[in-house]
């Protein structure tokens, strides 16, 4: 039984005209002492900003000391020649900024928010942190130790340890690529101020870094004010480090990672493929999209919206790390959670759904929704100045040209049903993909095994 | 229409201006306009939570955010999510204590067909409920509450806090997730009943904030939302007041399969929308925001007894605010050493109050979180509702940066003398057992996150 409403219904609305948007163009320049600045001048936008791009990636940790890279970018706000970390991390608060370093695949990052009325502070500070770091020995070694006590919270989370199990399983073990991102615990056990130094002596200097400064710059004169900050940063000259290839196994197989009483199985189901270098990526971007790229997806269609197994299941593409010569790779992942009781029922429905799109391919509807999403949520998308400067530092760090993302929108407004059918269908065959699963294994390996999608072993949890 | 408030920016606003409205059923609506990006962000408040909420139907007002997603009179199935995504829109709903809210952000020439959608639904939503819909969103929520909280560790924290911190019967004694048993006992007439009675314009506030043409924006408006009835006869939530300290020092242990010792609590604080709770906030910026705070610094950074250490606020208009300690133990250290250290700091606060640099400090963070709040229309529309929902004036929104940067020194120092004391706390120590059959496992801030349930999964 429904009821009627006593409203007045008028027909759905046609939209107006659209008020032309385009992804902001960077300007590209370099400072004396080699740093690439990339700047971007985005009017309202009162919070700048500020991504730098050091060329130390993780696999030029050295041997044995996973997890050098995370501590170093970490010590960054640990303390300078002008201030201790207690005063370095009290002198960013009191300019209303935020300082966020991280280590990945392809180099160390950091990422600074403050206020425009403060830009010239945070940028001393910054500065002095890669100019000057303090790298003092107690300092280290409470850092060390932070990141030791944080490994047992990041394996009790289902979706990070299931990151973990994926990674080593994909990469050939000698790959840097298949150990965790900030080391393990014998690693990072290993880690003093004399190694985070040596890494940051031979890794870091602003002839291979770029700064990307986004935000609104009324007023501001930033080439003099670089020239005052990052500008005193002095280094010798180096070339760009070679970027290795990416390889990984994909043959279908399942991985349970036990977790004894587990309400709900976390899953995450990947493979390689291509990045943003290859010519398929805009059509494995509206693909993926099509497949599980929102609640209305392929996917939560059925295993949300239908079933009810699920609060979310997402298909996704992330650049792992992208080389000037194409040879990058994406992980081309599934995950989300389900009830421990569906698990099995969950996992034949996503196969389903995986076998139906291979063999029926994606409607022209279904393509056309999904780029009028991906193409029409920009001008959302890049309204802060963060969303902007944290793009264009991708596109640097992947070895792309400053226009990318603006030729990217083209190109996805150009792509056909037929391409993203393709794409979506080589981005996840069903007899290629690695399916990690964090839960309960008593109750759910024999309905996993049944369902005939690879080998099935099980792991402890610690 | 417009009731007096012109857009004429006031001091400490920043330059931005809104605009208040009211049609005849009682929808209050508010305009902002910023033509600085070619987009639009449409929000509704209606005042309903969780707080309204009756015994045995803990979850149901975020239970029914999900139904708002499932179809009205002329929107099929997820037609609400397909028609905005595919507009280059982005949409989601949150139910927190004491306001469900609804909002869509578009790409400006798309604005009108996000105020039908929400017009349809506030009007005709019963036309297409059903039980189809009910059960699949019951399972959807059931699944969402095990991922987010009984999966995760600590994951129930902010329930069991909550449960100490309000008492039995009171109306925030209960969080927004709601028990599985009472998610279980939900039927498709009380969710037919909670429309008729919280689902009205006149219990609602539309804001629409962006590339708009104020005119144009308020014809659409009344063309859509014009025709829906407004009624009374929504009870009023159980009186949330309650004495300004607990009086007594609350505490409960979890022994559970969780990686670390944890100690947490609850703080009883003035409500909302006052200087005392602005005067809250600064101080529990500066004993336990960011990574120069007194007790980030005592405890992470000096003794090296804690892996993290901080105080977050939960804001509350119809109840005592709360401030919430959460500090996860590092290595062996025993959970005494650490609460003998917090309570030398919080008295040790107390006693001096907030330095000249700290006072600085704490206010430039609130200052830049205000900024982002903000600096994007979907933020700002969000606040503007915020501001008229529980304060009855969204202006407020536009200046209150300026009334955090007022609050002095000696009104910290006099809401840490009162406030942030052992006696005014309710206390949640974990106690790590390595039992198999325990509850299980995740992230170190879930508790965050648990006032305000979303309808759609994180990406």
């Known amino acids: 039984m429904t009821e009627l409403a006593t409203m007045d219904f008028h027909p759905r609305p046609q939209a107006g005209d659209a008020r032309p948007w385009a992804f902001p163009a960077p300007e590209r320049g370099t400072l004396d002492n080699g740093l690439t600045v990339l700047r971007c001048h985005r009017p309202g936008q009162q919070v700048v900003a500020v991504e730098v791009l050091l060329d130390a990636p993780l696999e030029a940790e050295p041997a044995g000391l996973d997890g050098v890279a995370t501590i170093m970018a970490r010590a960054f706000s640990e303390g300078t020649d002008k201030h201790s970390a207690e005063d370095f991390a009290a002198e960013l608060e009191r300019a209303g900024a935020t300082l966020d370093a991280h280590a990945d695949h392809p180099g160390v990052r950091l990422s600074l928010e403050v206020p425009a009325s403060r830009l010239t502070k945070g940028l001393g500070l910054i500065a002095d942190a890669l100019r000057a770091p303090a790298f003092a020995d107690s300092e280290v070694e409470r850092l060390v130790n932070n990141r030791l006590d944080e490994i047992p919270h990041e394996l009790a989370n289902p979706s990070r340890r299931g990151a973990k199990e994926l990674s080593k399983e994909l990469f050939p073990a000698d790959a840097r690529m298949s150990r965790p991102r900030q080391g393990s615990e014998e690693t990072v056990a290993a880690i003093d101020s004399a190694a985070v130094r040596a890494f940051y002596e031979k890794h870091v200097r602003p002839a291979t870094a770029t700064v990307v400064v986004v935000g609104d710059l009324t007023g501001i004169d930033l080439d003099a004010l670089l020239g005052d900050t990052l500008g005193a940063w002095t280094g010798s000259s180096a070339e760009p480090r070679p970027v290795p290839p990416v390889t990984a196994d994909d043959t279908g197989r399942v991985v349970i990672v036990d977790r004894p009483g587990a309400v709900q199985t976390q899953l995450l189901i990947g493979r390689i493929g291509p990045d943003r270098h290859d010519r398929v990526w805009p059509a494995q971007v509206l693909g993926t999209y099509c497949l599980g790229g929102t609640l209305t997806s392929r996917l939560d269609r059925v295993l949300r919206e239908e079933k009810g197994y699920t609060y979310g299941v997402r298909a996704f593409g992330q650049v792992l790390r992208s080389a000037p010569d194409g040879t990058g790779a994406a992980m081309l992942a599934i995950s989300g959670s389900v009830d421990t009781p569906n698990t099995g029922p969950a996992l034949q429905d996503l196969w389903t759904v995986l076998r139906t799109l291979a063999a029926e391919g994606l409607t022209d509807a279904e393509r056309d929704v999904a780029v009028q999403n991906l193409v029409g949520v920009a001008p959302l998308k890049y309204e802060t100045a963060a969303a902007v400067a944290s793009t264009l530092a991708d596109q640097v760090e992947q070895h792309l040209p400053d226009d990318y993302q603006a030729t990217l929108y083209r190109q996805l407004a150009a792509t056909g049903t037929v391409e993203a059918t393709a794409a979506a269908v080589s981005a996840f065959p069903v007899d290629r993909l690695v399916t990690v699963l964090v839960g309960d294994a008593a109750q759910i390996k024999a309905p996993v095994e049944a369902l005939g999608i690879g080998e099935v072993t099980v792991v402890a949890a610690e | ?459």
């Not at chain 2, 017009?119 to 036309?127: H, V």
């Not at chain 2, 704490?362 to 200052?367: D, G, R, S, V």
């Open chain 2, 1 to 459: 229409m417009p009731m007096g408030h012109t857009a004429t920016a006031q001091a400490g606003s920043g330059g931005l201006t809104a605009t208040e409205h009211r049609l005849a059923n009682g929808l209050r609506v508010v305009l902002s306009e910023d033509h600085l990006t070619p987009v639009a962000a449409v929000c509704l408040w209606y005042d309903v939570g969780s707080r309204h909420e009756v015994k045995g139907r803990t979850g149901l007002a975020h239970l029914f955010e999900h139904l708002m997603f499932q179809g009205s009179a002329q929107v099929k199935g997820n037609g609400h999510f397909e028609l905005v995504q595919g507009a280059g829109g982005s949409l989601n709903g949150t139910t927190s204590f004491e306001r469900t809210n609804y909002f869509e952000t578009m790409p400006t020439h798309q604005l009108e067909l996000a105020l039908w959608l929400e017009a349809d639904r506030m009007g005709s939503l019963l036309a297409a409920l059903d039980d189809e819909s009910m059960e699949n969103q019951r399972d959807v929520v059931k699944n969402e509450r095990r991922q987010r909280y009984d999966n995760v560790p600590y994951g129930t924290a902010f329930e069991k806090l909550t449960a100490l911190a309000y008492p039995e019967g009171h109306p925030y004694h209960h969080t927004p997730i709601g028990s599985m048993a009472d998610l279980d006992a939900a039927t498709l007439e009380d969710a037919r009943a909670f429309f008729r009675t919280y689902y009205a314009p006149n219990n609602a506030v539309l804001s629409v904030v962006g590339d708009i043409d104020p005119e144009q924006t308020l014809a659409w408006v009344e063309k859509y939302f014009g025709s829906i009835p407004g009624h009374d006869g929504k009870p009023a939530p159980r009186d949330g007041a309650l004495p300004e300290t607990i009086g007594e020092q609350l505490r409960e242990v979890v022994e559970e399969d969780v990686p670390a010792r944890a100690l947490m609590a609850a703080y009883r604080l003035p409500h909302d929308g006052t200087r005392a709770c602005d005067a809250a906030d600064l101080a529990l910026t500066v004993l336990g925001g960011g990574e120069s705070s007194r007790l980030y610094n005592r405890l992470v950074r000096r003794d090296r007894t804690a892996v993290a250490a901080g105080f977050g606020l939960l804001r509350l208009a119809g109840a005592p605010s709360l401030g919430w300690l959460d500090v996860k133990t590092s290595g062996d250290v025993e959970v005494p050493v650490i609460e003998t250290a917090i309570d030398e700091e919080l008295a040790r606060f107390a006693e001096e109050g907030p330095t000249p640099e700290e006072m600085e400090r704490a206010q430039a963070q609130l200052e830049r979180e205000w900024l982002d709040r903000l600096g994007t229309v979907a933020g700002r529309a969000d606040e503007l509702c915020r501001y008229a929902v529980l304060f009855g004036d969204p202006q407020l929104a536009l200046t209150a940066v300026q009334r955090v940067l007022e609050i002095t020194a000696e009104e910290v120092q006099e809401v840490a003398k009162a406030r942030l004391r052992p006696d005014n706390r309710a206390v949640l120590v974990y106690e790590p057992v390595a039992d198999e059959t325990a509850e299980d496992t995740g992230t170190t801030d879930a508790t965050a996150a648990a006032a305000d349930e979303n309808e759609e999964a994180a990406k």
